[in-house]
């Protein structure tokens, strides 16, 4: 991996956009070299264009670009990530894919189509499968790859070995999500300071279908969701990054706590590429504390900061109803970074 | 009920205490005539030895009260209100009940006693009868009655008419609870801003059991608890006040949406006593908006400030499955006022 | 009084605009009975067209009034209140007022106009001779009162006593504002959750000149400010309602902390329309406990709920240096009520 | 440098020693080999005795150490670091000065000691001549040194280049200050959830009078300090971490804006130790956006991480007055950060 990738980022001013700038400055294996964002920021230098909210500065050699509009025409990039807001998305991800171009998106445009493949490289890089069916179906040179929505992939990671030693029968889960989901200018404060609000648009659809499609397999050339069911419901709650969800889990097999607790922490992914710049040692991190998950105080973790989710207050009140708390970082593990590791994993299959 | 029922109040400098200060304030039926509270505070000036943090001022002729030592022999109050930690209810209140005193009190440690009521006025009130069963068990001329958890009350209100209606096999609780719920000092704010913790000590013991006292029945003079099961999972989330709750119920029979939604707004509650000066017109409030309750919005919800519990989100997956947010003030409905309401029923009934 | 007077409000799906509509439900001087929103709004209800953010319910007459789009020459409103923002408040209000309506605006437009009063009624009800001087200038039937920028509010009032008794030489002002002074969407909670933003667009500016006008005198048909200098620096913090604002004051006299507690105490404003319904029995409350005024303990303070500031942390350290904190609540008495004390005052003097 | 010096930390349990211990961690001179803490958790691991909230784990070798109690006479560090509250500090610290240990304390109770320096190292490394005087005095082997108030620590930094350059002839400062600076457990979040709290105990006084220490000079074995005044505000806002001060500077000379910001920018700090580990390499970064520094944004500002304070919003309204904000991080360049970095200055003049 001597050279780096060239990326395009479309959506570069955005809360996304942000992240994955910060984000992506030190990868050995990307090179961020073309910022497009909407027509009002073409033509100006990034700082000038950026209402920048992260807790370190703009990168130098980013905050002197010049922003493009986005143009699938003329693009070059061996990999375009898209933090598009959805309905832009839409169009502009296909366009980008007629023209040959790989894209990986965060948008939910894209994710629930059957030949398009909506990955957590560690859960699903079998799914990478589609992207020939894809091209084919759609006659395209390029593809585009999706990563979850930031609830689902704080679920979809410890359902996966649950799911696998156990079998899944139903989940009922409960998320308190940051603001930071929303985006920018996203929850306006007047709405969210001492407050919670129990509704988050079309977020439980998501958390409820996109996991299962995760976890499903593929046959016949489709992806065949796994079969059990889940029922969300989506809170926001006033902290900034971090969303925790609280679970139920119904299990078809009578376990131990312990077994539970075991399957969580050995769990270490399927895939063999373990050299992926962005993905941490541990994925998932068992915390015994009375009182762990934090939000705050777990958001970061990671060997890769930001990119482990945090299990803990485990516990069972039956032979196969368990309950548990997660925590995942949703714009390091659940967007930014959800995107970069879908990257990195293209470019380790030498599809970029 | 022209003259006012004398009150002693223990535990008057905490912050349910200082809650139920404010409530009584204009109460028609109770006069508040004795602050009492930790050595520490003795004989000072209730102003002097409180660190008051509500929004409204001490009422004047507390704020120059002397705060009295508890003392059960030296009480003529016609009900003592506890609103004491735990640790310290637990003997002191007994010592009340056996000098011939009647408490009625918000804390935990007499709650799930077989003899001992555990009231929410308008659900349960024919569980009065247990104070002859508890005065006969005990030789005490004096009694107590308790009122449940703050989480509790905003569970249990809207599950007696769907228990009612239903019949209800199974409850998934997820709570996102206000820091008022933990006194003073409570939770430091380090812990708790930019934050979500995910525990609470005791807390879920307490919803899933005290929910099942409450809606259960007298039977050969003990209660018989409500026979489905209760899981839950308790948050503290930074907010003030104000708990909301993230319900999904799994009942016996199928229902729609529509039939639950109007046996929420149909229940009336089950006493006839419909003049209790803290007690709501509508108990339970059903919104219909995609997006409420919402705990800054709703909490303060009812005829009576507080006291009314506001349901929405009501929606259903499958035909014995819904899902919905309840959303309770924790120390108007939930403290203060529960204890408060409970004073009233006794005085309705001509038991103080 | 006997009947009401009618009222148009401009921006009734805003933040301010709703604030009004709640503040003037029960008001027994002014009925509001059209309300007016932008083109989007039109034709629609009012409570589908508003994202209502206030913890009382829409009143039920309001929330099915339909929304009408501003229209100079179509208003007979005794009345006119604008919660617009500045920028279409500039055009429009002059449209109204020169339709012969009277308009009492919250938006900075033409608060510093020469012949424009600017009003706290409590403190400069004189300044209303200018409406016989604008009605002149502009040949105008209507014309326009204005009251001032919330956090000017807050400061003004204190300045007032401390002025007129002994002479202030310089401010210099801090201020630490609600989330609610920028309206919705207003702030975004990435930008405020957690932080202190140190700058409010063009807040200092009305801060430093706002005051010095409503202090000063009319002298050959216009004002002469106050000739004082005020240095501002405003800052916005993670609160919902009410501004805190720490002061310096270097006076002109040398002075004891009692002659300035003394001072504010006793001030009772300069009008004799003790009856105005909005108007609070005590404009400045002095609290001498260490650490008051907090801004949630005493933004609703006051006999009418809000429309009293809390001055507190008097203290001194040289013979002419004094430092204080004063919290006023910037909806209700700094944008809502303030608009609706001055329609209150020109009403008493039969300008309406 | 080649062997660490070694440290024990007194009142390693609480907030302060927490971010001692998690800043500590990779440093390359200083080694962290004695935890100690109160009675209560003498002989519990760290990690038992501890209610952590930092947001990285504590590190392996830490939290399995044994607590100890502080015990002067069995003690044989090269530099003992005090995190104690002032209360215990006070004889604690004299006790281990007198038995010839070395002491970096952050508590007050020495600070203002006319024999004590009170340090910031790129400010008054000058002041370390003390320590001779302070050993004489006091017929000492070992000795104390301190560093300042965490909101001192801001705002003195900033001041030092402008009453150098320009003379400073008075000084009103407001600070927001974060709940991290009262500790746990600290700041009831009942207390400062949506409100802020004009009042922090002994707070002022001592930005009132250890910046002018700081700023001044050694003369016949005494400080003389800074001849200007201060007149300070401290506000507790609910924010984590990071310390922001509104600051209006009058000096003595006429200035224009950009000389006050080449002033700042070009301060380089007084001492040549430029390797001190800790040590940022800029102290001061003056930010040109209208609306920075920013709490969130800027705490962590530095190239050591939380080590450089930001200044901006620099303006003037007349010749010799000028305003700014300045915001440092409280926990780590004001507590703890500060507490090593005189370790370090100690350690490069060969002091331990």
């Known amino acids: 991996m001597v050279k780096n990738s060239t990326i395009e980022l479309l959506g570069a001013t955005g809360s996304v956009g942000q992240r994955i700038i910060a984000f992506i400055e030190n990868n050995p294996w990307l090179k961020l ?51 598009l807001p959805s309905d832009i998305a839409n169009n502009l991800e296909l366009e980008y894919a007629t023209e040959g171009l790989v894209v990986s998106s965060n948008a939910s445009s894209h994710r629930m189509e059957p030949d398009i493949p909506l990955l957590i490289p560690e859960l699903n890089a079998s799914h990478l499968e589609l992207v020939e069916i894809q091209k084919e179906n759609r006659k395209w040179d390029g ?27 139903t989940i009922y889960v409960t998320t308190m999500q940051a603001v930071s989901g929303a985006g920018l200018p996203g929850v306006p404060s007047l709405k969210i ?47 900034i990054d971090g969303h925790m969800e609280s679970v139920f889990a119904i299990l078809e097999s009578d376990i131990t706590i312990d077994e539970v607790a075991d399957a969580l922490r050995n769990f270490k992914g399927l895939i063999q590429h373990q050299n992926l710049p962005s993905r941490p040692k541990d994925l998932i991190i068992v915390r015994s504390e009375k009182d762990r998950p934090q939000t705050r105080l777990d958001r970061d973790a990671g060997s890769v900061r930001g990119m482990a989710v945090t299990v803990g207050r485990l516990r069972g009140w039956s032979k196969n109803t368990i309950g548990f708390s997660v925590l995942s970082h949703n714009t390091l593990r659940g967007a930014a970074g959800a995107a970069i590791l879908n990257a990195e994993l293209l470019k380790a299959k030498n599809m970029i």
């Not at 995760?214 to 006033?238: H, M, Q, T, W, Y």
């Open 33 to 83: 070299d073309k910022v497009c964002a909407s027509e009002r920021s073409a033509g100006k230098r990034y700082k000038n264009s950026v209402d920048w909210v992260q807790s370190t500065n703009i990168p130098e050699e980013i905050a002197n670009m010049s922003v493009e509009s986005p143009d699938p025409k003329n693009s070059d990039a061996d990999i375009v990530l898209s933090a």
């Open 193 to 239: 300071l001492d407050n919670v609000v129990p509704y988050i648009e079309s977020e439980e659809e998501k958390v409820e279908t996109e996991s299962l499609k995760i976890l499903g397999d593929i046959n016949n050339r489709i992806i065949e969701p796994a079969s059990f069911k889940i029922f969300a419901s989506c809170n926001r709650v006033p902290v």
């Open 143 to 169: 593809f585009i790859v999706t990563n979850p929505n930031c609830s689902t992939i704080g679920l979809a990671i410890p359902l996966k070995p649950l799911h696998e030693s156990f079998q899944i029968k």
